[in-house]
């Protein structure tokens, strides 16, 4: 089903959805999708705003049951607190009076559960430093959290959901508020992140051609509707029309970027 | 040098001759205690308004108790209590309402101005209740002071590490199965309980000196939560050794020089450090 490499073929299964609809209330925000993504996978979600993007993750985290259908992750129902997942949640603001260092915040997710009172343990420490040197945010350990940028912002937090080790991470619009270069950065960390350590990414974003060369899978919300498959698969003129129920046309421009003509208005990264 | 010192000391035993004094050095010490611990997560949470709420909650149910011939201080604890179960009921993002808030508040001032005014005894009370009489302190009151005091600290130390977690990053913390919700519920009963007790000492219009006005300044000087802490604490306490210490020698109200000193020393941090953050 996918055309990635012969490695690939061997990788466990690790998310898989069958019918899925998933609503709030008497609200129905997408139904009827199918999508399977295995072990090592860069998985984008992408749509339009309020098509149900973050709602996947919800879902994935066991926040929001679904309504119909089934979903498994890594083979069971999903299930608050899996240790398994490392979640970096869509930021608007991190107060800039929040006058505490970084190491700390990466460092209470390792432990921030935990009843009682203590000191640092040395551990816990490491553990933090080498999350941050993974990102390349070694010089960060010690800066206020209120005082970084974007960009700097975002590293963190990709340290706070690395340092646990998860399997899996979802990211809920990284790129958002980051400048291009920024965007390209960020892109090929997470990617590095993916193939060094075998993780599973899905990440949030508005605009997919930063993230084309990289990803293995596109899940495309909109509509109420989910598609998924390679990019390759799913960003046709033919499947977006179908997704949409609109006609909408996908175009190439020389460099490989694409254009979603048509749909929604809100496909370039405002 | 040696005289100066000398003459501290002879005037400080001096000073806990008397009992009055003695139990106005043990209110306030524990209060100055809870509050620095406490005031660090209003700051972090961004609770100040909350805090002032509760002190004037208070106010009615200490103005009612007055009325009832009651122990204010009693009054004062369970209505504030109940405001910060009430809160914690109505959920965490109800802290975060202040106009709901503000309309409580400004409600709970009235009744606490009708019972006074229903009160035909000295309007003294209601003096003491805005603006904290820490001197006139009873021994019954410095233990319940200590007894509540004892039970904040300890829940406090209990969930120090998932209240911190939580306040930082709220939706990690919920994605890791942490009870958000319940942390925030905890926080309002621990916060209204620190209100109460510390009311006895600044009142409940001067709240902020005690219960904002230390962390906002020890957030400025330190960038890990254990040593603002300790710094807030330790503000505090100065604030309110100080305090009680000029009082005895000088004709003016404690509270005022407890709010002079913690006013002080945030002006002269915020001078100092603004260009170093």
């Known amino acids: 089903m996918s055309i990635s490499k012969k490695r690939k073929e061997i990788q466990p299964e690790v998310v898989s959805a069958s019918d899925l609809t998933v609503g709030y209330k008497d609200k129905v925000v997408w139904k009827g999708a199918h999508f399977s993504v295995k072990q090592g996978e860069f998985v984008a979600i992408i749509g ?4 149900g993007k973050t709602t996947m993750f919800r879902l994935l985290l066991g926040l929001l049951l679904p309504e119909k259908g089934t979903i498994k992750v890594f083979g069971a129902s999903p299930r608050k607190g899996n240790s398994k997942i490392g979640y970096v949640p869509q930021r608007h603001t991190i107060d800039n009076e929040t006058n505490i260092e970084c190491i700390e915040l990466i460092r209470l997710a ?23 040197k993974a990102v390349g945010a070694t010089d960060l350990a010690h800066k206020s959290l209120g005082s970084l940028s974007g960009g700097e912002l975002q590293r963190v937090f990709l340290a706070e959901a690395l340092v646990s080790n998860p399997e899996m991470l979802l990211l809920d619009e990284p790129l958002s508020n980051l400048d291009l270069r920024r965007i390209k950065d960020l892109v090929g960390l997470v990617h590095d992140v993916v193939k060094s350590r075998n993780v599973t990414a899905f990440l949030v974003a508005h605009d997919i051609n930063p993230l084309i060369k990289y990803l293995d899978k596109v899940i495309y919300v909109a509509n109420g509707k989910v598609a998924s498959g390679t990019p390759e698969e799913v960003l046709t003129s033919k499947r977006l029309t179908e997704l949409y129920g609109t006609r909408v046309e996908v175009l190439h421009d020389s460099r490989g970027n694409i254009v979603i003509v048509g749909g929604a208005e809100d496909h370039h990264e405002d | 040098m040696m005289l100066l010192a000398l003459n501290i000391f002879s005037s400080l035993s001096g000073i806990f001759k008397y009992q009055f004094m003695q139990h106005a050095f043990e209110a306030g010490t524990v209060v100055a205690i809870v509050a620095g611990i406490i005031g660090y997560l209003v700051i972090l949470r961004r609770s100040a ?6 002190a004037e909650i208070g106010f009615a149910g200490a103005a009612g108790a007055v009325l009832l011939g009651v122990s204010p201080v009693l009054g004062l604890l369970s209505a504030s209590t109940l405001g910060g179960i009430g809160i914690a009921i109505l959920g965490n993002r109800a802290s975060h309402r202040d106009i709901e808030i503000g309309a409580v508040l400004a409600f709970m001032l009235g009744l606490g101005v009708l019972f006074i005014s229903l009160y035909t005894g000295y309007a003294t009370e209601a003096y003491s209740i805005l ?3 820490i001197l006139g302190i009873s021994a019954a009151n410095v233990l319940l002071t200590l007894v509540i005091s004892a039970a904040i600290l300890f829940v406090a130390a209990l969930v120090y590490r998932p209240m911190l977690f939580a306040s930082l990053d709220e939706e ?3 994605a890791k199965g942490m009870r958000t919700v319940l942390l925030g519920a905890i926080f309002m009963v621990l916060l209204a309980a620190s209100v109460a007790i510390a009311v006895q000492v600044v009142g409940v219009l001067l709240i902020f000196a005690l219960m904002v006005i230390p962390a906002a300044t020890a957030v400025r000087l330190t960038k890990k939560p254990l040593y603002a802490i300790v710094i807030s604490v330790a503000i505090a306490l100065l604030a309110t050794w100080a305090g009680l210490l000029i009082a005895f020698f000088e004709p003016y109200p404690v509270s005022f020089f407890i709010t002079s000193i913690v006013f002080g020393l945030y002006l002269l941090v915020r001078l100092i450090y603004r260009s170093q953050r």
Not at chain 1, 48 to 51: L, S, V, Y
């Open chain 1, 48 to 51: 339009p705003n309020g098509a």
């Open chain 1, 110 to 132: 390792q432990s921030g559960s935990r009843l009682g009172f203590s000191f640092s343990s040395v551990k816990e420490k490491k553990a933090a430093h080498e999350a941050l």
């Open chain 2, 49 to 54: 308004f909350a805090t002032h709420a509760f």
């Open chain 2, 131 to 133: 603006f904290g009489e």
């Open chain 2, 172 to 174: 990690v913390a919920e």
